[in-house]
């Protein structure tokens, strides 16, 4: 079976940090790029950064720049989001997505994730 398993979500503080993973089965995760994407509460799911078969990245998402941090280990056929100084504003359902190339762009996507909650807050 196809599919993406996100984990790592919990309650942090403000400041503090969170490293969540996103574990293919099914499939090999190195042919892919990979896009973490958030939703918070009453807002549209939006993408956050991007990391393609090479290592690249690419951040959609400004509020997260020198803060968050894409990574893949293909042995371990996962990706990993490392967020620091993280903000109440970074309060969402946290999923990530298998893109359709290898390369990051075309916003064509799937499997998808459970997601996983993740909770800024003092």
């Known amino acids: 079976q196809v599919q993406l398993v996100e984990s790592g979500g919990g309650l942090v503080q403000p400041g503090g940090s969170l490293r969540l993973s996103c574990v293919a089965s099914?499939?090999?995760?190195?042919?892919?790029?990979i896009v973490w994407f958030r939703q918070a509460p009453g807002k549209e799911r939006e993408a956050v950064v991007c990391i393609n078969i090479s290592g690249g990245t690419t951040y959609y998402a400004d509020a997260v720049k020198g803060r968050f941090t894409i990574s893949r280990d293909n042995a371990k056929n996962a990706v990993y989001l490392q967020m620091d100084s993280l903000k109440p504003e970074d309060t969402a359902v946290y999923s990530c997505?298998?893109?359709?190339?290898?390369?990051?762009?075309?916003?064509?996507?799937?499997?998808w994730g459970q997601g996983t909650q993740v909770t800024v807050s003092s």
């Open positions: 997505a298998r893109n359709q190339a290898p390369r990051c762009g075309g916003a064509n996507y799937g499997p």
């Open positions: 099914g499939f090999k995760l190195s042919y892919y790029a």
